[in-house]
């Protein structure tokens, strides 16, 4: 049934620049401050404020934008959207409607078949609005205006996807275009970086969009993607029983898996936009363009260029390792410290990559040191330590940061090198073992890697393999 | 570019509509609901013929050829305000939340709103 239909999604990305100060106001863009101690006049909306534009803000999304491969609107100025709502305390959010900062750009995303272009419509700057936290008890909400007036960019798509896959891989190329900016952290869990979904359905081969529904309130890819397969098996339902689909705005409960219309008819979406009074636009100069232009970083293709040829990583290694901003710079801190590419890589795409998964996190949010794997590669390197050990110590670093030195020292997991005392354990274990030896002597060749085991336990694991089995060698 | 294409459409009709600017109980209504305002059937009469002579003096403007002038958003010639992005206010929350009617934990205690 769903195969004659065709689903056609546009994003509204709305993206919290990482300024160490609001859009227009001298307070403190910091997470997790206690409830208003990030507030002012301005942010407060008290009358007789006035907002002065932060710099930086500008910057940042200019520099999107020419990631984005989007045009600079040389002329350009702030919108006022009027609404009434608590979070909002100015009963405005100060916006960009007509004269967006960035205009028609568009990025590449890679799709099972082949390479796609998506089209960016434009690109606005604007404050984000309060935190309303409800009582579960009385009939009332408390304001935290700590996030009021913090800058947002919002990265608007032209209605260019046609799946879920497509949309996630959208979603993941803005935000590693992004972070290699520095310009956010793009935390979808945090919200520093969220997705409006706009989606419709149409028989496959029509022109005309259907009527589109915007979704709200997803927060991991995976609710995402679990929104839109939702949504368009709701809309392709509706249009099969002959009824049609609204054009609302429905909020998605990832815990129920179903998402319900937001707001009723009488809270008419009549924002009444005028240009902003209280700002002066803005005129950006060709000279500041080419400035921003000449501060962009490197971006991913041409890092991983850099590391084949520098590091001399495969291609592989250098693809994954550049997929993540966080994860590159912090391969190149451990390189610098080790001066061991190949293994500092071995160690982030195997080990580090595994317990990520494992534990369902984002590079980002790795909390190790450079130094403490860099020591546990030296270790490893000089044969301190054997692999077994090592892998055991690197489940320690990478939950508690701990110093290899010191960790492998205090546990005594420091591999004997120590020829005497070796010889003295594995002629315990010949002699423990005389089945296993006899296999041996009459040829079967299989039988030294059971007293390799056997020795091995008894070290605790400590031992270097390759030692054991010469020694062993020797003895028989 | 695109507030003056808005605004030429809005001249045709202009043009077109003599009687406009009479405001209907529909629309009286519908701006009550945007500026939250209840009016009593006094003062509903009282804002339509208010209204009414705004928009007739509005009128009155459009009557000026303005072809070939950029509007403006702005009544001073300046542009490029900016402050550097450096923290230069501390924690005054004490005082903010003076001016709440109420409050609770440190924040702003408002009636149950939810969306």
Known sequence: ?476 | MYIREQEEQTLQEVEKKQDKNIISDETIEYVGILAKLELSGEEREQAKKDMKEMLDYIDKLNELDTAGIDPMSHIFPVNNVFREDVVSNGDDRENLLKNAPETKDGSYLVPKTVE
């Open chain 1, 1 to 476: 049934m769903s195969r004659e239909y065709e689903t056609v999604i546009g994003l509204e990305v709305h993206v919290e620049l990482a300024t160490k100060t609001k859009i227009f106001c001298g307070c403190s863009t910091a997470f997790g401050g206690a409830p208003n101690t990030h507030t002012c006049p301005v942010c407060t909306g008290m009358p007789g404020s006035l907002p002065v534009l932060n710099r930086q803000v500008v910057e940042y999304a200019m520099a999107v934008g020419l990631a984005a491969n989007c045009s600079i609107n040389r002329y350009c100025r702030f919108d006022r959207k009027n609404y009434f709502y608590p979070d909002n305390p100015q009963n405005y959010q100060i916006s960009q409607l007509y004269l967006p900062v960035c205009r028609d750009g568009s990025v590449e995303i890679e799709t099972p078949a082949g390479k796609k272009t998506v089209g960016i419509h434009e690109i606005h700057m604007e404050e984000d609005a309060g935190k309303l936290i409800h009582d579960e008890w009385g009939d009332c909400s408390l304001v935290d205006y700590n996030r009021s007036g913090v800058p947002l960019i919002e990265i608007v798509s032209e209605p260019d996807m046609r799946s879920a896959e497509e949309v996630i891989a959208y979603l993941e190329k803005l935000r590693m275009m992004i972070q290699y900016l520095g310009a956010s952290d793009c935390k979808l869990n945090e919200g520093s970086m969220r997705a409006d979904v706009n989606l419709s359905v149409r028989r496959a081969g029509e022109e005309a969009f259907g009527t589109r529904t915007e979704m709200k309130n997803l927060n991991s890819f995976k609710a995402i993607a679990r929104a839109i397969e939702n949504e368009k098996n709701r809309q392709i339902d509706l249009l099969e029983e002959g009824k049609k689909v609204i054009q609302e705005t429905r909020r998605w409960d990832d815990v129920k898996e179903y998402s319900y219309a937001m707001r009723s008819k009488e809270d008419a979406q009549d924002y009444r936009y005028f240009p902003e009074p209280d700002l002066v636009p803005l005129e950006i100069s060709e000279e500041w363009i080419e400035a921003v232009k000449s501060r962009q970083p490197e971006f991913q293709p041409e890092k991983m260029q850099r590391y084949k040829k520098e590091y001399g990583l495969p291609d592989y290694d250098a693809q994954i390792l550049t997929g993540s901003k966080y994860l590159a710079d912090f391969f190149e801190a451990v390189t610098e410290l080790c001066k061991k590419p190949k293994k500092v890589s071995n160690w982030l795409m195997g080990e580090t990559m595994r317990l990520l998964k494992e534990q369902e996190m984002e590079p980002e949010d790795i909390s190790f040191s450079p130094e403490n794997l860099a020591k546990l590669i030296e270790l490893t390197e000089e044969g301190s330590i054997n692999g077994t050990v090592a892998k055991e110590v690197f489940e320690q670093i990478f939950a508690k940061d701990v110093d290899p030195v010191s960790y492998v020292e205090e546990q005594g997991l420091k591999t004997v090198n120590d020829a005497g005392e070796l010889r003295n354990i594995i002629l315990q274990v010949i002699k423990d073992n005389p089945r296993s030896v006899a296999d041996y002597q009459n040829g079967k060749e299989k039988a030294i890697g059971f007293l390799v085991g056997q020795t091995m336990k008894a070290m605790k694991g400590k031992a270097n393999p390759g030692m054991v089995n010469q020694i062993l060698r020797e003895l028989l």
